[in-house]
């Protein structure tokens, strides 16, 4: 059960990222508003965090990249207010 968990919590950050994408292509939600890149975000801590127990380097890789640029996005999204 506890090798369960962090499972768990990487396909909850993956359903995250799917849900942000999937709102912004159905207009529920902007690429220039804060709530993109924090789920993304989030989405790709939960995935990066089941790599630790998992260890894949190529998703290891793209989930750094994918936290790197969620956080230039709520940089932007902050710096413009666009909240």
Known sequence: MIEAIPN???LIGVGLIVLAY????????HAH????P?????????HLYS???FWN???VVIEIFWIAISL????????TRNI
């Open 22 to 29: 999937f709102l912004l292509q159905t207009s529920r939600l």
């Open 8 to 10: 768990i919590i990487g």
């Open 57 to 59: 380097w190529a998703s």
């Open 38 to 46: 924090l789920l993304n975000l989030v989405g790709a801590l939960m």
């Open 72 to 79: 230039y996005g709520v940089w932007g999204a902050v710096k």
């Open 51 to 53: 790599l630790l127990y």
């Open 33 to 36: 508003h804060l709530a993109y």
